[in-house]
Nanobody
């Protein structure tokens, strides 16, 4: 199983980025997909998750209304559209997968992890 996250970069506060996570080696259409992030000196935290059918989605309060998670099961890819970015959104962003019916918010709930992509938001 391989999860490859990409799309990170440097952006000014108020700007937007779209992260992608391409999955291979698993039945993508039957997995809940999640995004987590880890800021320097902090623990990894939940950002967003989406169920296999895309109909149930959950967000951390800190990103609700600014970020949007989506998925394309035909392309085995999950996306994270990040708008109105703030300096406190600076972190390495990871995608994760778990064969489960539900929106999973805990790091330990996920089986597979990608390598992370760095997002830096300048003030």
């Amino acid at each position: 199983v391989q999860l490859q996250a990409f799309g990170g970069g440097l952006v000014q506060a108020g700007g937007s980025l779209r992260l992608s996570c391409a999955a291979s080696g698993l039945a993508f259409g039957s997995h809940t997909m999640g995004w987590f992030r880890q800021a320097p000196g902090k623990e990894r935290e939940f950002v967003a998750a989406i169920m296999w059918h895309g109909g149930t989605i959950g967000y951390a309060d800190s990103v609700k209304g600014r970020f949007a998670i989506s998925r394309d099961n035909a392309k085995n890819t999950v996306y994270l559209q990040m708008n109105s970015l703030k300096p406190e959104d600076t972190a390495v962003y990871y995608c994760a997968a778990r064969a489960f019916v539900g929106v999973l918010r805990k790091e330990n709930d996920y089986t597979y992890w990608g390598q992370g992509t760095l997002v830096t938001v300048s003030s």
